[in-house]
Every structure is written in C-alpha cells, then in structure tokens.
C-alpha cells in the first residue's frame, strides 16, 4: 500500500473539510485586492457598529417594501419583499470600512448576490453604471462592475437576524471592497445607466469610486 494509506483521506473531518472546500465555507469573500494589508490606511478597528445617515430613517414595513430595477436593462424588475426573498439567496462574511475611519470585520450578510440580481434583469449591452436610489432620499452611484463585484449582495439579514431600520432594513446594498457610503440603506430602486451619474455625497466632495486601500475618500485624492 502507498505511504499515505494511513492518512485520514476519508474521515469525517476530511471529507467535512472537502465539502467546506467545494461550499466556500470561511472565505470571506473578499477581493484578494490586499491580502497582506486587511485594514485599509488610516483605518481603525469597531467592535460595535456604527449608524451614519442623513438622519432621516425611514420605517418601511416589510410588506410596503418594493424593489425596482430599470434603465438599461432588458428585463426591468419590480419586486415584492416576498419575491425579492424568493429568489436565490446567499451568506457573504465581509468586513465594512467607513470613510470615517471606523472599520468593522466579519460581518454576516444574508440576501440577493448583485450577480443574480444581474441575471434576473439583463442590463444592456452599453449599460456601465448603476444608481442605487433610497427611501430617504439618498442616492449613490457605482461602476457596473463594482455593483457586480462577488462578495457584493441585497441584504436582508445580518448575524442571522432580520437587518434593523437603523441599518437600511428591510434591504440595504452591501459592497465590501468600497466605503461604506456606497452600500445604500433603504433600498428602492436600482437604475442602470450608460452615463455616469454621480450620487449625494459623490456631489459632495466624496470620491467617485472610494477604494479603502487607495485611500479615495474625496474627489481629487
Ligand atoms: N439611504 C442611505 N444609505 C446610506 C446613507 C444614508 O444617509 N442614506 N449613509 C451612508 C454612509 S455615509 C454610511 S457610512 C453607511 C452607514 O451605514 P450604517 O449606519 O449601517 O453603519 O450607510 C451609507 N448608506
Ligand atoms: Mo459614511
């Protein structure tokens, strides 16, 4: 027999540790952008998590929700809270960086991958951004292929429980590897675009894109 009979090829840690493996179970999801440096320049680790807003928190019941995609697609969507959650549904770990300089790891998303979003509503050929418009008024823009990033989601949930109002429930928009204030809370509508159309705080002096680790928190830098 080989030198290797005796390992534990078919234990059932082994075989629980393939599956992981084959599942992803642990990876973050993160974009391997910095692998050596997880916390971005001038970034300092939160235990607790913030609420950062324009104030305004709007209570929206769960079945007053809805969720419009239009523009540059082909197949507009107008979801339900139930037909939103209807749809297949992933858990993403990931870490949030404000512009603020708070920073907060591991932090278990549940809800609709940007990526199926995308399938479900076919953006056109020339579409290349995004606006994400908010219950409250707010409004943030992204390159197409930063709303289509892996780890990016729709959630519903955070650390398994319902996310709170004061967190952007129902849904809010989580994209890890941008500030935060690109991850729209209260989310209402996704409008896809061939021209870019820069948001509330992009107008406001923030950066265009907000890369945490090439530090692009305001226009210019
Ligand atoms: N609809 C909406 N989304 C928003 C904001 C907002 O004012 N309105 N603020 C943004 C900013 S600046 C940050 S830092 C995060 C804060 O999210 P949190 O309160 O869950 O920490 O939400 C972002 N998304
Ligand atoms: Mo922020």
Excluded at 157 to 170: I, K, N, Q, T
Aim: glycine share 6%; net charge negative.
């Amino acid at each position: 027999m080989a030198e290797d009979s005796g390992l534990p090829t078919d234990s059932k840690l082994t075989l629980t540790k393939q599956r992981w493996a084959r599942e992803g179970k642990f990876l973050t999801g993160k974009i391997a952008r910095s692998p050596e440096q997880r916390l971005p320049p001038g970034q300092h680790l939160t235990m607790d998590w913030p609420v950062l807003d324009l104030g305004l928190s709007p209570e929206i019941a769960h079945d007053r929700w809805r969720l419009d995609v239009y523009g540059a697609v082909d197949n507009p969507v107008f979801w339900t809270f139930a037909e939103f959650e209807a749809r297949p549904q992933s858990r993403f770990v990931s870490d949030i960086h404000c512009v603020t300089t708070w920073s907060r790891y591991d932090n278990q998303w549940e809800g609709l991958a940007t990526r199926e979003l995308l399938m479900a509503c076919q953006p056109k050929e020339d579409a290349r951004f995004v606006v994400l418009h908010s219950y409250d008024g707010y409004t943030t823009n992204l390159a197409l292929e930063d709303f289509a990033a892996e780890d990016a989601l729709l959630a519903h949930s955070w650390s398994g429980r319902p996310l709170e109002a004061e967190h952007g429930g129902p849904v809010r928009l989580v994209v890890p590897h941008l500030y935060f204030w690109k991850s729209a809370k209260w989310l209402q509508a996704i409008e896809f675009l061939v021209e870019d159309k820069p948001g509330f705080w992009e107008v406001r002096g923030y950066h265009n894109r907000g890369d945490p680790w090439a530090e692009q928190r305001y226009a210019g830098d």
